[in-house]
């Protein structure tokens, strides 16, 4: 069983920057391919950005591309989103995810989860 804790988010200004991280409580971390999520009320948990197992390889939804950067740090089981040029339409409550695998962009082939973190955009 994989535990994760997301944290970092926070209320940011429009075109301002924050960067997520998602600490993974298994040893086993680097087996895992990661994704992140969001989620804003009444809609949809919208897919992000994901990282294979050895970071090698990384995929975005076309909405954060060339602003947000996903990355991870094997040695110490987290994996990070480094978000830049904010836009209003990004709040949400952002989650990480876990699966054995490739990576995938459907929320459902995920495993594990963490419990979410908040992200404000104020114009």
């Known amino acids: 069983q994989v535990q994760l804790v997301e944290s970092g988010g926070g209320l940011v200004q429009a075109g301002g920057s924050l960067r997520l991280s998602c600490a993974a409580s298994d040893r086993t971390f680097s087996s895992y391919a990661m994704g992140w999520f969001r989620q804003a009320p009444g809609k949809e948990r919208d897919f992000v950005a994901a990282?294979?197992?050895?970071?090698?390889?990384?995929y975005y939804a076309d909405s954060v591309k060339g602003r947000f950067t996903i990355s991870r740090d094997n040695a110490k089981n987290t994996v990070y989103l480094q978000m830049n040029s904010l836009k209003p339409e990004d709040p949400a409550v952002y989650y990480c995810?876990?699966?054995?695998?490739?990576?995938?962009?459907?929320?459902?082939?995920?495993?594990?989860w963490g419990q979410g973190t908040q992200v404000t955009v104020s114009s």
């Open positions: 990282i294979s197992w050895s970071g090698g390889s990384t």
């Open positions: 995810a876990a699966r054995i695998g490739d990576m995938r962009t459907v929320w459902s082939r995920y495993t594990y």
